[in-house]
């Protein structure tokens, strides 16, 4: 039992520590009453535009909806900020823990702005 405790705890060490955090930049732009968000996973690849299950902009109702869908597919925010007054934007940098790249995107998809 005690060796089988032991492998357990090894093999969850081991995978905690293959963990990384990446960062990634949501920015969110009203218009109109509703919210569009851009994001930047920090990844070499351009900036893009959440798409929606259809593959068009999706469309959000606030800014809060924006955090909700990204918490909801594990990132957390970190930090929140205006670059330019009453503009209607507002950007946000999230994180999230990842054991592989290909987790980075998982569930967000994008199309270049």
């Known amino acids: 039992m005690k ?3 032991l492998l357990m705890s090894a093999v969850l060490l081991a995978v905690c520590m ?7 930049q ?3 732009t009203e218009k109109s009453g ?3 968000a851009t994001v930047d996973f920090g990844d070499g690849s351009k900036e893009g535009y959440i798409l929606d299950e259809k ?6 109702n606030s800014v809060m909806e924006v955090v ?9 925010v970190v930090v929140t900020y205006v670059l330019v007054a009453n503009t209607g934007h507002l950007d946000y ?7 592989d790249d ?4 998982k569930d967000v998809k994008t199309k270049d702005v």
């Open 3 to 5: 060796r089988l405790l």
């Open 18 to 24: 293959n963990a990384k955090t990446v960062y990634s």
């Open 26 to 28: 949501i920015g969110v």
């Open 34 to 36: 509703k919210f569009i």
């Open 55 to 60: 593959g068009e902009k999706k469309v959000f």
């Open 68 to 76: 909700n869908y990204m918490a909801a597919r594990d990132w957390k």
């Open 93 to 99: 940098v999230m994180t999230k823990d990842v054991n």
């Open 102 to 105: 290909s987790e980075i995107r």
